[in-house]
């Protein structure tokens, strides 16, 4: 329940907040610094590599809703406390994994526990502060943490892995898990959903994350298989049985995860398809510029992660500027220009050479796709909450920060099933940053096409609002 008068620890309890949402952010991020590395100490394939972001990426935002949904009927604080302890003991067995295949398993775990730990955290905060002046301070720390964590991850994640091995960033998880579990008894009030139907819908969160599992694996093996073989047919098939189910159960569910009902206006599914294939343009960059600049320009981690810092620092100036902009032409325009943005970036970046260097194959097409890649998220999450009525507005958000998780996951496995078709020394981090360019053009013609200037003005969300709901 919200607090009638003010926590005397509240702040106290904001920084204890922020601290997990940048562990959380900072993890997403973090891994691309260290993958080639990982591969190369666990003996993944060139395919296989991925699974590690993937398998983070697809339970952290297939299972996100029901992780909300958890912590208002159980207690937030409870399963906050139980999220992040299963975040350290995910992340000690990600730092001792022996294999690539115990790797990949503790990963999704660990990205279960972001599942439990994002929406929890700020489920706690908005339950700490009244709504006011308060609220809207703490709403901006928040936001500002969360892309600290983004840039932090670049910073630290570099000379961790050179000077103590990739291992070192997953043990880095650890204490900071048990500060948070000694900590939060004492520092965060017990909350929960006034009392009413119990209704969880995990069927629908399994049957969706199971769906999205089968097509991102009959991409990646895609290549090897046959496109047209048994298996790829045969999987892409489970993932559309799968798909099917979960609307089924979405539409016979209580209180079901997916309100099917909000994604009928164009506004809400063209916002939420922007926002998913601007993250498999963003997610699939991310990753072939970690490999081609460690794999083929010979960069180490921590020079790659101080170069490649431009990014998320544009991504901050874009969201801003975007935000701005969006009250004045609209929601449609910003997303346009933003995904235009990462498409011209994508394609500067698809002309790599071998023996290229960062300030001229990388530097330009990274100005531009930070940016773009942070006006188009503040457009396509605004888009998708226009109109929305205030009781149904936390899981629209979390449809939304959903949609662009598991828009990353199908973002990196479509460049990774691309490059792997191709031989050559650079011919396939070619194809895979030309890949980008396709998906941030299918957005594009998205927005163009599903996004509408609403009939009276929007009013738009501040920065630190979307930074709190992406989160």
Not at 119 to 127: D, G, H, V
Not at 176 to 204: I, K, N, T
Request: some cysteine.
């Amino acid at each position: 329940m919200t607090a009638t008068t003010p926590d005397p620890r509240r702040w106290q309890a904001l920084a204890l907040l922020c601290v997990a949402g940048f562990m959380v952010i900072l993890d997403a991020q973090i891994v691309l610094l260290a993958l080639p590395s990982i591969a190369e100490g666990l003996g993944f394939s060139a395919s296989g590599a991925q699974w590690v972001m993937s398998a983070y990426l697809l339970t952290f935002g297939g299972l996100l809703l029901l992780g909300g949904r958890t912590a208002d009927l159980l207690g937030r604080r409870r399963v906050f406390m139980t999220g992040t302890l299963l975040f350290g003991l995910s992340s000690l067995l990600c730092g001792f994994a022996w294999t690539a295949g115990v790797l990949v398993v503790a990963r999704a775990v660990q990205g279960v526990s972001a599942a439990v730990m994002a929406p929890t955290a700020l489920s706690l905060l908005l339950n700490t502060f009244e709504e006011g002046h308060e609220r809207n301070k703490a709403l901006a720390v928040w936001s500002g943490s969360g892309g600290f964590g983004a840039t932090a991850a670049l910073l630290v994640g570099g000379p961790l892995t050179d000077a103590l091995g990739w291992e070192w960033i997953f043990f880095l998880n650890t204490p900071v898990a048990l500060l948070l579990l000694l900590l939060s008894p004492v520092l965060l009030r017990e909350s929960r959903a006034e009392a009413g139907a119990r209704s969880y819908d995990p069927v629908g969160a399994l049957t969706v994350t199971a769906a999205l599992v089968a097509c991102v694996y009959a991409l990646v093996e895609a290549p090897r298989a046959g496109w047209l073989s048994a298996q790829t047919l045969g999987l892409l098939a489970l993932a559309v049985a799968l798909a099917l189910l979960f609307l089924r159960v979405e539409t016979r569910a209580t209180a079901p995860l997916v309100p099917l009902r909000l994604l009928r206006s164009p506004s809400v599914s063209g916002g939420n398809l922007v926002v998913f294939l601007l993250g498999s343009s963003a997610f699939g960059m991310s990753y072939t510029l970690s490999q081609y600049g460690q794999g083929v320009l010979g960069l180490s981690p921590l020079r790659f992660g101080l170069y490649n810092v431009v990014m998320p620092v544009g991504a901050v100036v874009g969201s801003y500027a975007g935000q701005a902009l969006v009250t004045r032409v609209g929601a449609r325009p910003v997303a346009v220009g933003g995904l235009a943005l990462v498409g011209a970036g994508s394609l500067l970046l698809a002309g790599v050479p071998v023996d290229g260097g960062f300030v001229r194959d990388l530097l330009p097409g990274l100005l531009l796709f930070g940016p773009g890649l942070g006006a188009c998220a503040v457009a396509g999450s605004i888009a998708a909450l226009t109109g929305v009525r205030e009781r149904e507005s936390g899981v629209a958000s979390g449809i939304n920060t959903a949609a662009f998780q598991i828009g990353g996951a199908f973002g990196v496995a479509v460049v990774t099933s691309v490059a792997v078709s191709y031989t050559g020394p650079v011919a396939g981090y070619r194809a895979a940053f030309t890949a980008c360019v396709v998906l941030a053009a299918a957005g594009l013609a998205c927005a163009l096409v599903l996004l509408r200037r609403p009939r009276r003005p929007v009013e738009p969300l501040s920065a630190e609002k979307h930074h709190a709901q992406r989160l």
